[in-house]
């Protein structure tokens, strides 16, 4: 079933300690995109300014993206600079120019208003609600949002959170729109907003789904080299959406699936710079790493020892 | 079989947002044995003060730890006194009180030395040289330190390490004591130090095993209510060894289910202040959290859907 995103298409300038790239393909909706397309029909909904080559989307369009739904508008393309020390679980941001994407309204092609699956990625709350109320046919709805809307915009956020079905947000966000540190208390706190999901991305820790009865937990892929976690966040949001909108199943057996695919994703989304890994990236290696996350968590029943 | 532990004995003062308590029982030694004597015979050496009211071991006598190498020395038992924020993970020392600690020298009385399974639980380094030096019939030796030793006795500390079979120590001092930021290369230069097991304590965050070609990782249990983690590492430690001293096997599909028995007993250590949720935890209760261990991260396999 189709899958729509809609959010920002940037370039993205990127410091690690392992080297720097400057003006590559970043934004959170093409992140998505580009690991959704694994999985599922995409339709990708965003902004670029007339600076932007459009040929950097080719490789999406190769992977059957919809492309309708990007415009291109008389302006600059939002760019994000960042830097990023051993630790790579926290970027600091050198500069932002959101350009173009200052005055985005994501207007749904007709095509568009009957996708099943719709991510709607970090951008103003009542942007995401306007895309909602576009969309026609929803079976899932997911959020992403970040620190800037749960300080500045918590009662847009709020109503926006009481028409989505599921938050895939980080662990400092869960605290922050909770006002809860801890984290089961924090992810009931944001069930009783609305949604009836809540993953919790947690970065090289990993991730926690919580439903209103259940919690699932995937570790993160222990890797030996991490050159880029830029988008990691959006990657493993499109692994997980991916594979739902691929398998039309909401069954917690089949949202876990999901998770460990959204960690696939995300693991190898790391291995490179900007999206490079996924464009090479073939579907056995996606499989072969999801059975490598099984080698890692599996363990056998604990056996009653006799009295 | 039995399974021997060499390590502090202390009265602790604490105090996290929930509340406080004053000289309580603490040390590594004897969070260990409150939780590997639900498993495995334990026999600890330690030292107390003529301060210490030995009353406070009963419920581990009753659990038949051999207190003989126990041993009361003049002058004040080892205090410890700490603090913690919401973030349970980092525990601020307020005082630290070695006292009769301080002339620790650890002797085995004649039956301990054959015990066949030994933690070494945190002291000076040439001590836990020295503990193993008496001891003639080991078939697994674990080993924890920290940050202290790894700065100041870093040549005494690599002699250990060289000496033992498993290193149960946390995030942070596996990154100080390789000097690598990045996990999978850090745990590799453990091991190469000699031993040829590391478990690497994450906190709220899990657990993580490493071998020479094995990774397994486990997540901490997602907890509503947790009150005081001090001890925690070691009552996880004293799961894992006490599981291993029970089972008496040491393949890789055990110790993974040595974790899991670890990360249960932490689980439930962090419920209440000192060991006091283990002086009434009940084995059936042990085995319940392991199956919600299982619950927590089992997944199906991702089948290749068809062309």
């Given at each position: 079933m189709s899958l729509l995103v809609v959010g920002s298409i940037a370039y993205d300038s990127v410091e690690t300690p392992f080297g720097k790239v400057d003006d590559v393909l970043g934004g959170a909706a093409a992140h998505f995109a580009s690991a959704a397309s694994f999985f599922a029909k995409v339709k990708m909904v965003g902004v670029v300014g007339d600076d932007y080559d459009l040929a950097n989307l080719d490789f999406l369009k190769a992977r059957?993206?919809?492309?309708?739904?990007v415009t291109r508008a008389k302006g600059k393309t939002f760019r994000w600079k960042g830097r990023y020390g051993y630790n790579l679980n926290e970027a600091e941001t050198l500069d932002t120019q959101l350009g173009v994407f200052a005055d985005f309204k994501p207007e749904l092609p007709s095509e568009y208003r009957k996708a099943p699956y719709v991510f709607l990625a970090n951008i103003h709350p009542e942007l995401q609600l306007y895309v909602l109320k576009q969309?026609?046919?929803?079976?899932l709805v997911a959020l992403d949002t970040m620190n800037f809307w749960i300080e500045g915009e918590r009662p847009a956020l709020k109503k926006t959170l009481s028409a989505v079905d599921m938050v895939i947000i980080n662990e400092g966000e869960v605290r922050q729109l909770s006002g809860e540190y801890n984290l089961v208390k924090a992810a009931r706190a944001v069930l009783s907003y609305g949604p009836s999901r809540l993953i919790v991305k947690r970065g090289e820790y990993g991730a926690l789904m919580f439903t209103e009865d259940h919690i699932f937990a995937s570790p993160a892929y222990p890797l030996e080299a991490v050159f880029d976690p830029t988008g990691a966040g959006d990657s493993f949001a499109g692994g997980v959406m991916g594979h739902l909108a691929r398998t039309g199943d909401l069954s917690n057996n089949n949202l876990r699936q999901a998770i460990i695919v959204g960690s696939v994703m995300a693991s190898f989304h790391v291995e490179d710079y900007s999206m490079d890994r996924n464009k090479t990236l073939l579907e056995a290696e996606v499989h072969e790493r999801f059975r490598a996350f099984r080698a890692l968590t599996e363990f056998e029943d604990l056996v009653v020892p006799p009295e």
């Open positions: 059957e993206v919809d492309l309708e739904g969309a026609q046919n929803t079976k």
